[in-house]
């Protein structure tokens, strides 16, 4: 499959203009910045670079959700160009698959797997889609997530956020301190936080403030719900410790200044006045207050909380660690190389895509991930590669990938291939892997502990959906396969597709030796060798 797009030269012009930049105010490339900081911190000798094989898997994993196909790899892997891995990121960088991908993990980011309320998951990764493919800064994404309120159809996937959380005050309030300030407030809802001293009462209810006026609006003329503000209510609260002191606050970002609300003649705060079956529209909305001063570059932590999290997503683990609890008590690991990277990004005009290549591109980011035996390795030196479970969104399309589920759908189509069509078509078939190797809807995103389960094992050892995919069909992994007369051919085949590597001699000839045992049935032994290797540790996680 191809990960090429028209916009390459697009986005090669935009390299072009950020290389020159740097050059103008006399920086280095952001990779070898962050190489430096690294460097400076590292008390022992970091891991060697990881061989091409390791590498190929892994960018195309954290750049487009997928493991490469055959061809690819073998592409990449004979490429013996000095330059081949720049080439790669920056293809990948530029192909619907980047889209698609950020669109999974921003997806689960901010909507923790909810099911579908008012806006259906179609309209909101579209929206998300469209987003990523046209590298829209980062503080304009989040601005209209938390400024749309439903009413225009244009921007009505964006209030998904609001909307499917039925714009209660509290939910907004704990997900938007976590995912836009990296500051897990839960425990402070009641009190100040028992572990953790900096996370104060006062901090959540200032957030709270500017959202505690909206409300869930059912519009009965379109037969939709929108999110409505009044123009009226403030925060008051008592510690569960002090339950007769009640406590009052306006709207402020924690450590921010409280913001003061315009003084309006009775009855001039609304724009249109609430009426039975209308919604109110104020002049004064603190929800937008909130959504320009939350990513604006005034507020520091918005730009932390971001690099954070995509440093998190890029090399299995956050610079703060975990991603949600930035406090004085769980410091960043490396803080210097965490004020360059929130400077850097501030300075890219919020440029994702650009974070993400300054990352990948990095020594620290193309470690191997092999530990010296014998040998501990902090993994808050990020001295060797970490080991990362895929997310469920991954791993299912990684085995369509494996398996050749996707290339017998894209053959089958003939001259007309059409690669979106194929992934929408095979959207539906990502579900059972997300009920089953993803967090409950609800629950904080991207579990950081991996934990395999009953019901996981049994889906993997006697569900019909992976012994489907294996099935012979013209194009897919055991029909190539299954045409190799050649033992080691058809070795080199299975793991070359399904673990982006070229087997050992002692797996080769495990190979051979079990399709000699199994001659009477080749096509079932076929799928039981592509089985474990799909089934195996080394296939579940980037590494």
């Known amino acids: 499959m191809s990960h090429l797009r028209p916009m390459w030269f697009a986005w090669l012009a935009c390299l072009v203009w950020s290389a020159l930049t740097n050059l103008a105010h006399g920086q280095a490339p952001l990779y070898q910045r962050i190489d430096q900081h690294i460097q400076k ?26 493991v490469p196909s055959a061809d690819e790899a073998r592409a990449f892997l004979a490429d013996k160009t000095a330059d081949k891995r720049v080439k790669l990121i920056d293809r990948l960088l530029a192909s619907d698959g980047y889209a698609r991908h950020m669109t999974d993990l921003f997806d689960v980011l901010l909507m923790d797997r909810r099911h579908d309320k008012h806006v259906n998951r179609p309209q909101w990764r579209t929206f998300l889609q469209t987003s990523f493919a046209k590298d829209k800064p980062y503080d304009l994404l989040v601005r209209e997530i938390l400024s749309a309120d439903g009413s225009d159809p244009k921007s009505r996937a964006a209030a998904k956020f609001y909307l499917d959380r039925n714009a209660e005050p509290n939910v907004v309030t704990k997900d938007i301190s976590r995912l836009f300030l990296g500051m897990n407030l839960n425990c402070a809802q009641c009190h100040d936080h028992p572990l953790v001293e900096a996370y104060k009462q006062d901090f959540y209810y200032g957030v709270m403030a500017f959202v505690n006026r909206g409300y869930l609006f059912a519009d009965k003329g379109t037969k939709m719900s929108v999110y409505a503000e009044k123009a009226e209510g403030d925060v008051t609260f008592q510690s569960v410790f002090v339950p007769k002191v009640t406590k009052n606050t306006g709207p402020r970002l924690p450590d921010g200044k409280e913001v003061k609300d315009p003084k309006f003649d009775k009855g001039q705060a609304y724009v249109a006045p609430v009426a039975k079956g209308q919604r109110g529209i104020p002049k004064y909305s603190r929800r937008a207050i909130l959504a320009q001063q939350i990513t604006s570059k005034d507020n520091p932590r918005f730009a932390r909380a971001a690099v954070n999290r995509l440093w998190f997503f890029m090399m299995g683990r956050g610079i703060v660690d975990p991603v949600e609890y930035d406090h004085p008590a769980n410091p960043p690991s490396h803080p ?38 014998g040998k501990e390795v902090d993994p808050k030196a990020f001295a060797v590669a970490s080991l990362k479970a895929m997310t469920p969104e991954q791993f299912a399309r990684s085995m369509m990938q494996a398996t050749g589920l996707i290339d017998a759908d894209l053959k089958a189509q003939g001259k007309k291939r059409n690669e979106p069509a194929v992934y929408a078509k095979l959207s539906a078939q990502v579900a059972p892997f997300v009920k089953l190797f993803g ?21 993997l050892t006697n569900g019909a959906t992976l012994r489907t995919w294996l099935a012979p069909r013209p194009g897919n992994l055991t029909a190539r396969a299954g045409a190799l007369k050649d033992d080691s051919q058809v070795a080199d085949e299975l793991y070359l597709t399904i673990l982006t590597r070229t087997p050992t001699a002692e797996e080769r000839k495990e190979v051979a030796d079990y399709l000699t045992r199994q001659q009477a049935n080749r096509a079932a032994a076929l799928q039981d060798l592509a089985w474990a290797l799909l089934t195996s540790a080394e296939f579940r996680f980037n590494h």
């Open 439 to 459: 967090a409950q809807p609800g629950d904080a995103a991207f579990a950081q502990d991996f934990e395999a389960t009953l019901d996981q094992t049994l889906f």
């Open 41 to 66: 911190a590292q008390k022992e000798s970091p891991a060697p670079r990881s061989g091409d094989a390791e590498f190929v898997r892994r960018i195309y994993l954290n750049l487009t959700g997928i």
């Open 336 to 373: 210097e190389l965490l004020q360059m990277l929130s400077e850097e990004f501030v300075a890219s005009k919020y440029n994702v895509k650009a974070m993400i290549r300054g990352i990948v591109m990095s020594e620290t980011y193309q470690r191997t991930s092999e530990t010296p035996k």
